[in-house]
C-alpha cells in the first residue's frame, strides 16, 4: 500500500469543518458610500449562481443585505500576503465583541491595507479589487438564516445566494482560443 490508500478512518470531532476552499474577497459598499473588503471561504457556485456563508455581524453581510449586491474577487496564490493582511480585521466599527476577543481590530481601509486597487463594479456600487484575476458582480437573490435549530448559534449564520451578473478575468487565465473558458481555476492560478 502506499500513502493514504487502503488506510482505515477513524471517527474524528473536528472543532470545525474547513477542510481547505479557495478564498473569496468580497467586496462591498459601506452606507457611507466608501468600500470594504472581506475574506471569506465558505462559498460554493452552481452555474451562475453562488452561495455564500456569512456571519451575520460582518460588515460584509450587513453590506450586503442593505445593498443588495457585491464582487467576489477571487486572489491568486500570489496574492496570498494580502490576504494575511486582511485577516482578523473588520469594518465593523465597534468591534462586535466575540471578534475583538479573538484579536479582531477595526479597518477601516482594507483596500490599502492589503494593498489592493479598487475598481469600481459595472452592474453593482461594489468594488472590484484589480489584481485578482477573476472579479464577479453580484446581487443577492435569497438569503437563508442557518441554525435555526440551534438555541446557541441561531441568528449568528447566514446563507446568502447571490446571482453573477458580469464576470471580469484577467486575458492570461483564459484558455487558449476560448472566449470563455480558463486556463485553470482557484489557488494553482499565479
Ligand atoms: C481565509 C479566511 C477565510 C474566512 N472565511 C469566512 C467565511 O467563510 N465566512 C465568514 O463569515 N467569515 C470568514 N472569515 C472571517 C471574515 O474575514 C471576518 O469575519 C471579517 O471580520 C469580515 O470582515 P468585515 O466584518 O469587514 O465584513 C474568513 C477569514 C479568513 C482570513
Redesign the pocket.
Known amino acids: 500500500m502506499h500513502g493514504t490508500l487502503g488506510s482505515t478512518a477513524v471517527q474524528i470531532d473536528p472543532a470545525i469543518l474547513y477542510f481547505g476552499t479557495p ?1 473569496v474577497l468580497i467586496g462591498s459598499t459601506n452606507d457611507d458610500g466608501s468600500y ?1 473588503l ?5 462559498a460554493w457556485w452552481v452555474g451562475w449562481r453562488c452561495m455564500l ?3 451575520r455581524n ?3 453581510t450587513e453590506n450586503m443585505l442593505r445593498s443588495g449586491e457585491c464582487v467576489l474577487n477571487l486572489p491568486s496564490a500570489g496574492l496570498v500576503a494580502a ?1 494575511d493582511r ?2 482578523r ?4 466599527n465597534p468591534v462586535p465583541p466575540g ?1 475583538l476577543y479573538r484579536g ?1 481590530r477595526h479597518e477601516k481601509d482594507k483596500f490599502g491595507l492589503c494593498g489592493l486597487t479598487a475598481l469600481p463594479g459595472e452592474t453593482v456600487s461594489a468594488p472590484r479589487a484589480a489584481e485578482c484575476p477573476v472579479q464577479m458582480e453580484a446581487k443577492v437573490a435569497h438569503v437563508h438564516e442557518m441554525a435555526q435549530d440551534d438555541a446557541a448559534w441561531r441568528g449568528n449564520l447566514a446563507a446568502l445566494e447571490v446571482r453573477i451578473t458580469r464576470v471580469h478575468a484577467h486575458p492570461e487565465i483564459m484558455m487558449d482560443g476560448a472566449s470563455n473558458r480558463k486556463r485553470c481555476f482557484g489557488p494553482t492560478f499565479h
Open positions: 478564498v470594504n472581506a475574506p471569506m471561504s465558505s456563508g456569512l456571519a460582518s460588515r460584509t490576504v486582511l485577516a480585521t473588520t469594518g465593523s471578534k479582531y
